[in-house]
Each structure stands twice: as structure tokens, then as C-alpha cells.
């Protein structure tokens, strides 16, 4: 039987040998889980990896990663997935398993073409609305990192994770304690699953956007393109992102259950990574991959949090906008996190009917889209509307700007000097002010001279959720609608989003 092992090694201590060493009745090892905890390296403690290991003697063979067998139903007419992020693809790959294949509708651009349209609004600021940084084949995770950690508890990572392996992600995807794609390599995985799906039987769409659900008699039948083809279904798997807003208004128009949903909003903040990687690594800053952090301050006073959130080390900042008009960032690395910059959303908890009003479950998009709308136009006043708001940590502590230049950025839209607390309601800047203080002093330098804080950083999660019913996964108002993802209030990442397509899937599949 393959016997589970854990033990610590020091960073720098070969594994291989430590494992002949140490335990030489075993032929073989696997790995799976590896974690580094590098807490002491500022005060000069050396870091060490924890592993977990199978190991095996001879004749035996590694356990394999099994699911119990249940009967499945298998739908008439294909499953309609609105939206090709990693809730529609991994919904579609698991009903593709089960061989059901699927029609996927996406608005946006093949992942391998999206980088056009996206170049030229970096560069130039021509944004397209159909096919951008949120909108197109891989979703808003294409351009935000490809992080793949997640807290959802569920076998179903596991299954994803291996996935991803299976698709060509590197094999220490499956057990490391964080794993991370990169943006570039995450566009060359999704491009291959749904090559896959096309091969067995799936039908995409792209450049086509879901005007309407069609319905009938309070169950949703199929799905009006902006071509004017119909399509139909017995299951239509609203998958579309937490971008999508014209779909928001046409549910809420026809009376599909929504509710509000807490939030954040706040900045960006960026640093040199250098900087970072000797705040949390100390002497062992040129020994080890890029440094993370974590930091959270929470406000007794007003029971709200702030918290650093989709960090990424040797990163970039990135314009992420979907409107015309508006300003919206987020940030992403790519697979070498060798940027010479460090990067994080700084965010505020914004509270449903109590940061913005009760009743209309549409208030906390009308929220979002209020600040994005006035950074545009800080931004407009400033320079041509499509460098992103920008002040130093200095400046926004001690509440207006010098007259020195910001510092070099990542950012290929370029910066514009402005007091980016004009774009936020007083609760936000005031939080953030009192966190970058109380962060300081869990890393200090943080909020020195170096560091630069870029607005706003709006879209953390979907401002809604789309109720739907804990067994069946149906929406609580509309039979044959199913939504998916975290565009519909379900998830919040890569992983959890293809762990509730998944979910979805499966459902579907019980009948």
C-alpha cells in the first residue's frame, strides 16, 4: 500500500537525496502538496518547503484519483453554455466526458486572437466592447494572473487541477500550495480545451453576444443572439462573467431572481518588486521566486474590512475597462513573474443596502460603474481619458499631491497625476488611508515614497447574485436556467468558477 509522508526541508535542500536517504525502503515518490513558508526569512530564519509525499515500495503502484460511478441522464437537446470562461469551459469538459456535447456562446474573440483588440486599447485606448480584457474565450482570468488558488473545499479542485496538468500546465500545478499559470501560458491551455471540445462534438460561437433568453411560461427555452439566430435547450447555463451587464438589466427585466451582493472596491498598489522581495525574504530575496503577501485591517468602528486581493508579483497593472467612458484596472503576471514591478488590489468592503441602497438589485452595479465613470473623467480632465488616476502613497497619506513625477510603472495605458480620492465615496479613501498606516506597520517600507496607488480597481466580484436553488442549481424563478460561475454571485477565481461549472455539469447530468 503507498504510505503518505510529511516532513520540512530547508529551501535550498535537495529533495531527491533526502528522500534516499531518509527513507530508503521506498522505490518511488510522488508529490502532493509542496508549500513555502518563508514567515522568518526578514528576520534571517530560513525558509523550508513543507512537503507531503506517496511513496511507494516495489510492486506497488500510486493510488489514482477516482470518482463513485452514479447513473446519468443525458439531455435531448444540447445544453446551451452563455459564456467560454473556466465555468463554461469546464462545464462544457465535463458534460463532453459524459458525452454530452454542448453549444458554447461566447461575445468575445478566440484566446489566442483577444490580444489584438486588447493591444491596441493599451497602447492607443480603442476599446473593443465585445472582445477585451473581460470579454472573450477564457474570460476576465485570461488577463488577471492565471492564479489557480482558491478556499473552496471540494474534491473537485483536485479534478481540475489535474485537468490542467492534462492539458499542458506544468506538472507541479496538481500539488503546489499556490499554483500559478501566468497569463501567457493560461492562453495556451484554454485554446487547448476548447480545441478539445470542438473535436468531440461541442459547437462555439464567438463574436456573438446573448441578447435575450427566450421564455416560455416561466422556464427558459433557448437564447436570442445579437445575429437574431434562436437557439434552443432544455438547459441554458448562464455563465457570462461579472462584466455582463446588459444581461443583468435584461434578467431583472424579466423578473429572474436576483438579490444584492456584497463587494470591494479600491486601487491598485504598486511597488518595486525588489522592494517587496526584501520585505518578505529578507537576505534570501535573490534565492527565491517572487515574493507574495496577504494583509487585512479590519475597522471595528464600522465592522468593515480592507484587504490586499488578487496579488501579483512581478506583475503588471493593466486597464481592464468593458464601457466607454469608464476606467476600470486589475493586474496580472505571466508565468515568470519577472516584471520588475509587484502589484496589488488594495479593496474596502462595500456593503449591499448599506453602501448603496436596498431595493433594486441592480444598485450595486449602478455603484460600480459610478466610480469607473469618474475616473474616466478625472482622467479626461487630465490627460486624454485613457491613462489611469494615479497619486503616490505619500501624497494620498498627507492628502494632496507635490509636484515630483510618479515613479516608472508597468502600466502600458501610462499614469496621469490626479487625487484618485475624488473618484471614491469618502468611506473608501478613509478606510484605505487608515489600512496603508496599519500595513506599514506590518511591512515596513510599504507605504514609503516608492510605492504608487492606481484607481479604481472595481470589479473584485460580481455586485449580484442570481438565486437558484441549492440542489438542482436551477434558478429559484426560471426552470432551464442555470447560473454558473461568478458572474452569477458562485465563485471567485479561476478554480472556483470551473469547480461550480462542474457542480452545474453534474447536475444537469443527474436529471
Not at 493560461?186 to 470542438?198: E, F, M, N, T, V
Not at 492628502?399 to 465615496?425: M, Y
Request: charged share 25%.
Amino acid at each position: 500500500m503507498p504510505k503518505t509522508i510529511q516532513f520540512k526541508l530547508d529551501f535550498d535542500q535537495d529533495l531527491e537525496g533526502y528522500f534516499k536517504t531518509k527513507f530508503p525502503e521506498f522505490k518511488e515518490y510522488r508529490i502532493l502538496s509542496k508549500s513555502l513558508d518563508a514567515r522568518g526569512a526578514p528576520r534571517g530564519k530560513k525558509p523550508v518547503y513543507h512537503f507531503i509525499l506517496e511513496a511507494i515500495k516495489d510492486g506497488e503502484a500510486f493510488s489514482k484519483f477516482t470518482e463513485s460511478e452514479s447513473s446519468i441522464t443525458r439531455p435531448e437537446k444540447r445544453p446551451i453554455f452563455i459564456g467560454a470562461g473556466p465555468a463554461g469551459l469546464f462545464g462544457a469538459l465535463r458534460l463532453v466526458e459524459k458525452g454530452v456535447p454542448c453549444i458554447v456562446i461566447e461575445r468575445g474573440e478566440e484566446a489566442h486572437k483577444r490580444m489584438l483588440a486588447i493591444s491596441k486599447y493599451w497602447r492607443r485606448g480603442e476599446l473593443d466592447t465585445e472582445s477585451n480584457v473581460c470579454f472573450g474565450e477564457g474570460g476576465a482570468g485570461l488577463f488577471s494572473d492565471g492564479k489557480l488558488i482558491t478556499r473552496v473545499k471540494s474534491p473537485l479542485v483536485k479534478y481540475v487541477m489535474q485537468k490542467f496538468v492534462d492539458f499542458g500546465a506544468p506538472p507541479e500545478t496538481a500539488y503546489i500550495s499556490n499554483p500559478h499559470l501566468g497569463s501567457n501560458k493560461i492562453r495556451a491551455l484554454i485554446g487547448k480545451i476548447s480545441s478539445y471540445l470542438k473535436d468531440n462534438g461541442c459547437e462555439f460561437y464567438y463574436n456573438t453576444r446573448v441578447d435575450e433568453l427566450i421564455y416560455d411560461e416561466g422556464k427558459v427555452v433557448g437564447v436570442k443572439l445579437s445575429n437574431g439566430e434562436e437557439l434552443f435547450s432544455d438547459h441554458v447555463i448562464l455563465a457570462a462573467g461579472h462584466s455582463a451587464k446588459e444581461l443583468y438589466h435584461h434578467l431583472n427585466e424579466n423578473q429572474v431572481a436576483l438579490s444584492q451582493k456584497d463587494f470591494a472596491v479600491g486601487v491598485r498598489i504598486e511597488h518595486p518588486r525588489s522592494l517587496i522581495d526584501s520585505i518578505q525574504h529578507g537576505r534570501f530575496a535573490s534565492e527565491l521566486e517572487a515574493a507574495r503577501y496577504k494583509l487585512t485591517h479590519h475597522e471595528k468602528s464600522t465592522e468593515k474590512g480592507t484587504y490586499s486581493f488578487c496579488m501579483c508579483p512581478g506583475g503588471y497593472v493593466l486597464s481592464s475597462g468593458t464601457d466607454e467612458g469608464a476606467i476600470v484596472i486589475n493586474g496580472m503576471s505571466n508565468f515568470a513573474r519577472n516584471s520588475p514591478w509587484s502589484n496589488s488590489a488594495l479593496v474596502v468592503s462595500v456593503k449591499a443596502g448599506r453602501d448603496f441602497p436596498a431595493g433594486n438589485p441592480l444598485s450595486g452595479l449602478e455603484f460600480q460603474e459610478s466610480i469607473e465613470k469618474k475616473a474616466y473623467a478625472v482622467s479626461k480632465e487630465l490627460a486624454s481619458g485613457r491613462e489611469l488616476p494615479a497619486m503616490t502613497v505619500s501624497e494620498f497619506l498627507n492628502g494632496k499631491l507635490n509636484n515630483k513625477e510618479l515613479p516608472k510603472t508597468s502600466c502600458p495605458s501610462k499614469l496621469v497625476k490626479a487625487d484618485i480620492r475624488k473618484i471614491f465615496p469618502k468611506f473608501i479613501s478613509e478606510h484605505l488611508r487608515d489600512a496603508l498606516k496599519e500595513f506599514n506597520r506590518k511591512m515596513k517600507g510599504y507605504s514609503g515614497e516608492e510605492a504608487v496607488l492606481i484607481a479604481p480597481e472595481t470589479r473584485t466580484s460580481a455586485p449580484i447574485t442570481i438565486l437558484r436553488d441549492k440542489k438542482s442549481l436551477e434558478s429559484t424563478s426560471h426552470k432551464g436556467l442555470y447560473p454558473c460561475g461568478e458572474g452569477a454571485g458562485y465563485a471567485g477565481g479561476i478554480t472556483s468558477a470551473a469547480v461550480d461549472g462542474i457542480k452545474v455539469a453534474d447536475s444537469i447530468l443527474e436529471g
